[in-house]
């Protein structure tokens, strides 16, 4: 009886190693195809209409120059 329970616990455990295996095997995967995606796709930033203005400015006056 002890011997069996004994075998069940240490099964019990090479499953969960073998999930937690899987599951960062599965993160790690996410994780470089987020970064691909990233550099593929960057994000698209809006600036407050007041710096927006300023940014439009300084782009007037160098092009004038």
């Known amino acids: 009886m002890k011997f069996a329970l004994v075998i069940m616990v240490i ?3 090479a499953v969960l190693l073998g999930l937690l ?3 960062f095997k599965m993160l790690r995967k996410v994780q470089v195809e987020e970064v691909e995606q990233a550099k593929l796709n960057p994000k698209q930033y809006r ?3 007041k710096l927006q ?3 439009n400015k300084k ?3 160098q092009d004038k120059n």
């Open 53 to 55: 203005q300023e940014l």
């Open 11 to 13: 099964i019990a455990v």
């Open 21 to 23: 295996f899987v599951s």
């Open 47 to 49: 600036l407050h209409p």
């Open 59 to 61: 782009h007037k006056k």
